[in-house]
């Protein structure tokens, strides 16, 4: 099954991919690599997910907030890719940063939601490595970013 398929299957829709908002670029291909800048956590309606994981949000909460970093990434993709997803190999990694509380330990937990759907999307090929990192602020107070590396064809 293409990656187009599996994602009509899912019944889920991608959002626009935003342009960089600093000095930097969304992506950039080397070689057979595709680097995804982070993608911050923005809901259905465009508005930002707020908030530190532990006080105020939960880990459920966090774990959606990932889920949409994680469609945003593959937006990213697709348009990097001139509209065609066939070109992805493999996600090599993801890189996690939750917005959370000192004591908050259940970082892994929250970055599943951005792994869970790159794997439900990609199957076998989105399998990939990954860090889950706590930070005391995120850009413009959002409660996840997640960026990405993947494996051209």
């Known amino acids: 099954m293409s990656f187009e398929k599996k994602i009509k299957e899912l019944g889920l829709a991608l959002p626009e991919a935003k342009a960089p908002v600093g000095n930097y670029v969304a992506t950039k291909i080397t070689d057979k690599l595709l ?7 923005i809901d ?14 939960d880990t459920e909460a966090g774990y ?28 090599i990694k993801l890189t996690g940063f939750v ?4 004591d908050f330990t259940d970082q892994p937990k929250v970055l599943n939601g ?8 990609f199957g076998d090929a989105g399998m990939h490595t990954r860090a889950a990192v ?3 602020s995120l850009p413009l107070g959002v409660s996840v970013e997640v960026d990405a590396i993947f494996e051209l064809k």
């Not at 680097?35 to 956590?41: D, N, P, T």
């Open 134 to 136: 706590s930070t005391n």
């Open 99 to 102: 917005n959370s509380t000192e």
């Open 35 to 41: 680097f995804i800048s982070g993608q911050i956590s």
């Open 44 to 57: 259905e309606n465009g508005g930002l997910i707020k908030g530190k994981i532990g006080k105020d949000l």
């Open 64 to 91: 959606n907030a990932a889920k949409r970093c994680a469609l945003s990434i593959v937006s990213q993709v697709k348009k990097a890719c001139d509209g065609d997803l066939s070109k992805i190999k493999s996600c």
């Open 114 to 121: 951005a792994s869970d759907l790159i794997a439900s999307i």
